[in-house]
């Protein structure tokens, strides 16, 4: 709505300067400056109005007329407004942000990889919230983050939700997901916690833009010695046909992916610039540098 108002604003000073003014430098000049004000208008937040968080314990049902059959549609939040289970939060592995594919749209509770890495032996507290941007996820993460204790933060991006973040133009929509990981990244490494970035592919049927992006991404984690996790192909055949989420064997396949990439992840050293001991060791960190 905000925009519309802008934009209206904007067009109104155009024509208005279109019919007063005569000098057509005059005029191009008015409208670079509408443009260089849109602009400034579209960056001072980053990343849009935060999604509405579910209400605690309540049932959540949403049903579709196009929905699959095997598509769990009603649930129940806990105590936080989330799709767990009750879990000791003192004494995590894994604390997961994201958006439906990670919240888990479409399956149970039981079902969403997030339970089934707790059901693995990786305590995990999913913080996903259907329609997540990335300034929602640090949002989520930073309001959440100091009542949890967990060895690692799997920060879960979903490909090509970086333009739910507001920002008018896809340069600066993508600039600003990058700023909203960075802060999530320094942040819990300030706390100790191993970040790692997942990049959940939507189901493929051609050459998706998303490769193009996750080699993008992959530079980007690479710059920041960051942990990347691409889960495989194959998980793009395990999707509710019509509503496009992960299904229940997708979720499993992920968890299964995600279990044993975590275990080595945790198992290496990723501080920068290791220095290394006789045995190969990290000298700070006490792991082996790869
Ligand atoms: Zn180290």
Redesign the pocket.
Known sequence: MTKVIVVCIVMLIVFISEVLIKSATARISIVLFCIFLYTLFLLRTPGREKVKLFPPNTVIARNFSYQDIDFISAWKTDDWGFKNNAIDRNNLTVVAIGDSFTEGVGVGIDDTWCSQLTLKGKPTYNLGIQGASPADMESIYKSHIDKLNTKVLLICYCGGTFVRNRGGFVIIKKRLMYRNFQNIVRDAREKGIQPILVYLQHLKQEQSREDYEIIDMGHWAEKNNLPFIVLPDRIARNFFIHDGHMNKKGHSETAIALSWRIKYILSV???KD?TIDVHGN?L??D?RVQ
């Open positions: 050293c990723w501080c290791p990290c700070e960190c792991k």
